[in-house]
């Protein structure tokens, strides 16, 4: 099955700063890749999404890179807050096929915005 | 339109006790999903199930139970409580016909305490 890593698993940077969360994948057949934000006691929600057909994709301060043939992806927060406070999980799935939609997540970068 | 609710929020059980937890949605989505999300561990796909009446075993089965008995409701049971399963427990549901450009709608979250 699919397996995905994701690093750091903390990371602590200055308001203000870029912040940049890299994942690995290891099936090739992966074509979703979203990335959602948890706060504190709250749901995952999904902050930006890419599929395999894209290399890029941006939102605002927000920005996600693929790389299909090293497997890899990014999250990339530009102009940080502390309201970016928060822990961050890369996915992966094949949405399509018999996947039905099941998303591998990554472990979580805890990241922390300094004011 | 309340999307997926969970119940319950909190739960604190002895080891070998039982208990059964409550996902349902509103949104007529086929798939619906359990995960339990760990420190460091990210989110780790139960079981699933892709329609009224179907489950299927997902990455950490050992140990739950699952029921669809309608589209709207699934149920994940723990028959013999164990501290290994202290953990929050996330539901997800999806659409079938929208998956490709849809997110994964997550409930809030039952946090479960085994001692």
């Known amino acids: 099955g699919e397996n995905v890593e994701q690093h750091p698993s903390t990371l602590s940077v200055q308001e203000g700063d870029s912040a940049v969360i890299k994942c690995t994948y290891s099936d090739s057949a992966s074509n979703y890749f979203p990335w959602y934000k948890q706060e504190l006691g709250k749901r995952p929600q999904l902050i930006i999404d890419i599929r395999s057909n894209v290399g890029e994709k941006k939102d605002q301060r927000i920005a996600v890179t693929l790389n299909k043939t090293a497997k890899h992806f990014s999250l990339h927060i530009t102009e940080t807050q502390p309201e970016d406070s928060a822990v961050y999980f890369c996915?992966?799935?094949?949405?399509?096929?018999?996947?039905?939609?099941?998303?591998?997540f990554g472990q979580g970068t805890i990241l922390t915005v300094h004011p | 339109n309340a999307g997926v609710t969970q119940t319950p929020k909190f739960r604190v059980l002895k080891t070998g006790q039982s208990m059964t937890l409550l996902c349902a949605q509103d949104m007529n989505h086929e798939y619906m999903y359990w995960y339990r999300q760990d420190p460091g561990m990210g989110l780790r796909l139960i079981h699933y199930?892709?329609?009224?009446?179907?489950?299927a075993k997902g990455e950490v089965p050992d140990g739950y139970n699952v029921s669809r008995l309608k589209k709207q409701n699934f149920l994940l049971g723990l028959e013999s409580a164990a501290p290994s399963q202290t953990s929050v427990y996330f539901c997800?549901?999806?659409?079938?016909?929208?998956?490709?450009?849809?997110?994964?709608?997550f409930g809030n979250g039952t946090r479960l305490t085994v001692t």
């Open positions: 199930s892709v329609g009224e009446g179907t489950t």
């Open positions: 997800a549901s999806n659409n079938r016909r929208t998956l490709h450009n849809s997110p994964l709608h």
């Open positions: 996915a992966a799935s094949n949405a399509g096929g018999t996947s039905y939609g099941k998303l591998t």
